[in-house]
């Protein structure tokens, strides 16, 4: 049984950075491609970044392509999300997703209810001035 827990939010000004971390207990994350999701009061889920299970495929929303990194250290069982260049438009409360894939290095910012097996709680993202 996996277990996700988000980790590195916080208040931030504007044009400043953070590094969001996803760390996985209970067993390993080879094998499972993770994305990071986030969702401000009112506005619906909105997948920002994924990265594949061996970390060879990536992909971003343009909302945060350029300004965003995302990558994975297996050998420690964390997935990093790296934000730079944060406006208030970022503010949410990201979370990441954990679905089991071995066959494919592939990914998807897409949520669809029951795609993803595990789930962190979230942590806050604010960024303001």
């Known amino acids: 049984q996996l277990h996700v827990v988000e980790s590195g939010g916080g208040l931030v000004q504007p044009g400043g950075s953070l590094r969001l971390s996803c760390e996985a207990s209970?067993?390993?994350?080879?094998?499972?491609?993770v994305t990071w999701f986030r969702q401000a009061p009112g506005k619906v889920r909105e997948g920002v970044s994924c990265?594949?299970?061996?970390?060879?495929?990536?992909r971003y929303a343009d909302s945060v392509k350029d300004r965003f990194t995302i990558s994975r250290d297996n050998a420690k069982n964390i997935i990093y999300l790296h934000l730079n260049s944060l406006t208030p438009e970022d503010t949410a409360v990201y979370s990441c997703a954990a679905k089991w894939n071995p066959y494919s290095d592939a990914c998807t910012v897409v949520y669809e209810k029951g795609r993803f097996d595990y789930w962190g709680q979230g942590t806050q993202v604010t960024v303001s001035s």
């Open positions: 209970g067993s390993t994350l080879n094998y499972y491609a």
């Open positions: 990265i594949s299970g061996r970390g060879y495929a990536t």
